[in-house]
């Protein structure tokens, strides 16, 4: 595999790390807070992060980048987490996943006009694709719920898009490991105001959730964010690697019932099929034309 294109594994890697954030989270949630639980979550990470930055001596940031790694935080993890939970607290969990599944497409056509990125029409058509297998799997048996909920979610789509954005322009100053880590000290900074509410529920959390919340920090928060700045910074576009949060529902199924015994639903599998369809022909579409017509 050549090194520009090492960003498909370290995008999956991202991607399984999420889709098990998902299933974790709603298992550490039967305890914690949801606000205590991104606190916890992040704080965990930022002292892994910590930790490496000491061991491989990382450079601290020039003072005047500090406001954008905090930019970044407020994006990635502050107000992503805050938009999302208030969200998902007023619309169903199908529709909640539907609209947060829009984050790819946003990032799409942000990239376009900040960064004058271009896709082929093979790419927009695979990420129509895609967005319909989302909403296939989604949809299919449940109904679309409209309130102020959406709006929320639509917010935590776009700060999503934003946060990706950014990543990618501050890795052309920092290595994507000093990109990620100072990006989550920084929202670890601003999730800080749930401290107070967040001791408690630590103290006392039974041993189970403990291991959620340190897997969550270690590997869908420490570990993912890495290796998602790793590969936006090897990618040649940016909608190269967020497309791939696409497969984020349907993985998040099937660990779902490798974990927590959630049987996949047919419309699971069919969704998910439409959506490795999409993902292949977004990425291999150009090639696969270029070996026919040989």
């Known amino acids: 595999m050549r090194l520009k294109e090492k960003y498909h594994l370290y995008a999956l890697i991202t991607i399984v790390c999420w889709s098990l954030a998902y299933v974790l989270t709603r298992l550490a949630l039967t305890y914690f ?30 003072k005047g980048d500090w406001p954008m790694f905090l930019l970044s935080g ?3 993890f502050f107000l992503y ?21 829009t984050a790819p497409v946003f990032t799409a056509l942000l990239a376009r006009i900040l960064y ?23 949809l299919i048996d449940g109904a679309l719920s409209i309130n102020i909920g959406v709006l929320w979610l639509f917010g ?17 100053s920092y290595a994507p490991l000093e990109t990620a880590t100072y990006s989550i000290w920084g929202g670890t900074i601003l999730l800080a105001v749930f401290l107070p ?27 993912a ?23 984020t529902p349907f993985l998040t199924s099937i660990l779902g019932f490798l974990i927590a015994g959630e049987i996949p639903e047919q419309a699971t599998v069919i969704g998910g099929i439409i959506i490795l369809a999409g993902v292949f022909l977004f990425n291999y579409g150009e090639r696969l034309k270029a070996s026919i017509k040989q």
């Not at 509410?197 to 570990?223: C, D, E, K, R």
Request: glycine share 6%.
């Open 81 to 101: 987490m805050i938009f999302f939970n208030q969200g998902q607290q007023m619309v169903s969990a199908a529709t909640g996943s539907i609209i947060i599944a």
């Open 33 to 62: 807070s949801v606000y205590s639980l991104g606190f916890l979550r992040y704080l965990i990470a930022s002292l892994i992060l910590l930790g490496v930055a000491v061991v491989v001596k990382m450079k601290m940031p020039a």
């Open 197 to 223: 509410g967040s001791i408690h529920q630590a103290i006392n959390a039974p041993p189970l959730q403990w291991v959620y919340v340190l897997i969550l920090g270690v590997f869908s928060s420490a570990i």
């Open 225 to 247: 964010y890495v290796a998602w700045t790793k590969a936006l910074s090897l990618a040649r576009k940016t909608s190269q690697v967020s497309n791939y949060m696409f497969l």
């Open 74 to 76: 407020a994006l990635g």
């Open 156 to 172: 935590a789509a776009l700060v999503l898009s934003f946060y990706n954005l950014l990543q990618r322009k501050l890795t052309k």
């Open 116 to 138: 004058h990125e271009k896709l082929t029409w093979r790419q927009w058509l695979a990420i129509g694709l895609e967005f319909l297998g989302v909403a296939f799997l989604t």
